[in-house]
Nanobody, 125 residues
């Protein structure tokens, strides 16, 4: 079974940094596009970034572009999200996701079928 597990969330002060991890089991992550999403209370889920498997092309939401960095370590079957200059608007549950079948490019959001349970990020003084 495809399984994704996020880790690395926690409480951080404004201006701080966190590094989230998304570790896969049941499939070889190198053959799949992987995306990060977040959802804050009372808000719609927001797509943040996607990294392709075919050529490593990366897409960013305007809200985090320039502050967050996505990367992958295929040997560890893990994708990372490095978050810098955090502010209260970044408080949310962060999820990683992947399509149900091998997909090398970053597809439209409905094609992401496998989701992790998420990790909480709270930015507060």
């Amino acid at each position: 079974q495809v399984r994704l597990v996020e880790s690395g969330g926690g409480l951080v002060q404004p201006g701080g940094s966190l590094r989230l991890s998304c570790t896969a089991s049941g499939f070889t992550m190198a053959y799949y596009a992987i995306a990060w999403f977040r959802q804050a209370p009372g808000k719609e889920r927001e797509g943040l970034s996607c990294i392709s498997a075919s050529d490593g092309k990366i897409y960013w939401a305007d809200s985090v572009k320039g502050r967050f960095t996505i990367s992958r370590d295929n040997a560890k079957n893990t994708v990372y999200l490095e978050m810098n200059s955090l502010n209260s608007d970044d408080t949310a549950v962060y999820h990683c996701a992947t399509p149900a079948v091998e997909t090398y490019y970053c597809p439209p959001e409905p094609e992401f079928r496998s989701w992790g349970l998420g990790t909480q990020v709270t930015v507060s003084s």
